[in-house]
């Protein structure tokens, strides 16, 4: 017996976080890399946000332990939110903020999970949710999707991957790694499908709401579907629309008991998310939200400059998403052609691993999201390195041979 528990053997590092560590390793050693592997805004986080962050310091709001859940204003700002944006009404009894969205999922499936329970994963999906469920004890379950479908699940597969062990679907829209959003009517399919199976849990990870592109509306689970309102946990959090990644505050509203459990979990674990980044969520949510747009309109420029010069590159494809910062190409024309170094691509990760060696563009194999052979790109960079990197692609792919 080894020291270290079962369940760790279960589990990976997470790619996407590898990918970053990588690629500021190179630049720290002065390689030319750009890197486009991590799903942050590189945008600042707004200044009325800052500014209201320093002056809970000075007025000693910063020093104490809060409410291990989350302090009241943050709750009650959360609530307005949810009503506000998502037409959904939750107590502050229903409210629980965490540390970063990571943390909020984690524990939902740590306080529900018993072993042998399934939970659906529409695939490609952000690499952390199986390695959540495996350490959970549970199993993960993919559901398949196409390219052709706009990577969205059809409500044929998901009635299909249903069974009496299904205790969650975790559903990501916008989704990471694909942008793929669902409309309106595509929600309403999937939701039709879980009304018909009241013991499958709808855990929404709706990170990605405020980024969307040409006029798509966002809808949420349980706002398009009221049935589905006593059985979903609607996660959310500040750190994508008010580029906040390194204050790491997530919430989620959802049925009390489980709240309750997620809130002992953090009692007995990490106790309350720093006192500073939730006072600065507060000005997040109920401040000014109209740097979202401008934002958003610089997004979508990037996202339409990937999509061009990318669909341009030999052996590679990619689909136009609606929402977040990520386009998922394909790059399978390029399996089985041979890379600079003589090194002959047989997956994504050879893929990735030749691209940064040849031209120093750092971007996350398919492989851990689950549908290969593809890469993720997260386009949250200045727009001219975008461009050169688009660029350097072009040319890695232009020269395999
Ligand atoms: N969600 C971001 C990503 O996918 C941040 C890194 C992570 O936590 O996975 O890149």
């Known amino acids: 017996m080894g020291f270290l528990a079962d369940r760790i053997l279960r589990i990976k590092p997470s790619a996407t976080i590898a990918v970053t560590d990588k690629a500021r390793a ?24 800052k500014e209201a962050a320093i002056k809970a310091i000075r007025d000693g709001k910063a020093s104490k ?8 204003e943050l709750k009650a700002a959360i609530a307005r939110k949810f009503k506000r944006e998502n037409e959904l009404s939750y107590k502050p009894s229903q409210i629980i903020v965490g540390t970063g969205g990571k943390q909020v999922l984690y524990n939902a499936l740590v306080a529900t ?24 004890g549970g199993e993960p379950v993919p559901v398949a999707t196409t390219m052709e479908s706009g990577f969205k699940m059809k409500p044929e597969a998901l009635e299909r991957a249903i069974t009496p062990k299904t205790k969650w679907i975790i559903f990501n829209s916008p989704s990471n790694p694909t942008g793929a959003a669902y409309t309106r009517a595509e929600l309403k399919a999937v939701t039709d499908v879980l009304v018909r199976h009241p013991h499958v849990h709808v855990m929404s990870d709706d990170m ?14 349980a706002q398009l579907e009221p049935q589905l309102y006593e059985r979903t946990l609607t996660v ?31 009692s007995q674990s990490t106790s309350n998310p720093t006192a500073v980044a939730q ?11 109209d740097f979202i747009p401008k934002h958003n309109k610089i997004f979508k420029e990037r996202r339409d400059l990937c999509v061009s010069m990318l669909n341009q590159a030999n052996g590679i494809r990619c ?4 929402g977040a910062f990520y386009v998922y190409p394909s790059c399978g024309g390029t399996i089985g052609k041979v890379a600079p170094t003589g090194k ?20 996350v194999q398919g492989a851990p999201f689950g549908w290969s052979p593809a890469f993720r790109i997260s386009y949250a960079t200045a727009t001219t390195a975008l461009e050169e990197a688009c660029a350097r692609i072009q040319r890695f792919c232009g020269n395999l041979k």
């Open 344 to 363: 002959k691509l047989a997956t994504d990760e050879d893929f990735v691993t030749e691209l940064l060696e040849a031209e120093g563009v750092a971007v």
């Open 208 to 221: 990605y709401e405020h980024l969307v592109y040409d006029d798509f509306e966002f809808f949420s689970p």
């Open 26 to 49: 190179l630049k720290a050693a002065g390689r030319d890399v750009i890197g486009l592997g991590a799903g942050e805004p590189d945008f600042d986080t707004p200044e009325n946000i």
């Open 65 to 72: 332990y809060t409410a291990v859940d989350g302090i009241p």
């Open 236 to 266: 959310n959090g500040v750190s994508k629309a008010y580029c906040m990644t390194g204050w790491r505050i997530g919430y989620a509203g959802g049925p009390e008991p489980l709240i309750k459990a997620m809130a002992m979990i953090q």
């Open 319 to 322: 689909p136009k998403p609606e």
């Open 113 to 136: 999970i018993n072993p042998g329970d399934e939970v659906l994963i529409p695939a490609p999906y952000w690499v952390s949710y199986p390695d959540m469920v495996l350490l959970a």
């Open 279 to 289: 006072w600065a969520a507060v000005e997040a949510l109920d401040g000014p939200q």
